[in-house]
């Protein structure tokens, strides 16, 4: 769950320099970052799970609702082309 939150927190940092200066990314890398957050997330998710950190039931609802949001931010990219 932490690592859920410690990604939103870096999506919302990801347009601005290290001064703090925001600057536009391309809109296709915007979809790029989405997608790659996404499945970062499910692969940390089914991580804990396997080392015993958050509970299997818990760890198999948040991977099912990250599949979800992963194919319709690919929808969403393709319809958007």
Do not use: F
Not at 3 to 12: R, V, Y
Not at 33 to 58: F, P, R, T
């Amino acid at each position: 769950m932490n690592k859920i939150i410690i990604s939103i927190g870096i999506l919302s940092n990801l347009c601005c320099q290290p001064d703090g200066t925001k600057y536009e990314l391309p809109e296709k890398a915007h979809w790029n970052h989405l997608v790659d957050n996404i499945q970062d997330m499910k692969e940390w998710m089914k991580e804990d799970m396997s080392q015993g950190i958050i509970d299997s039931a818990y760890a198999e609802y948040y991977i099912q609702w990250l599949d979800e949001a992963e194919d319709l931010t690919i929808k969403l990219y393709n319809e958007n082309k």
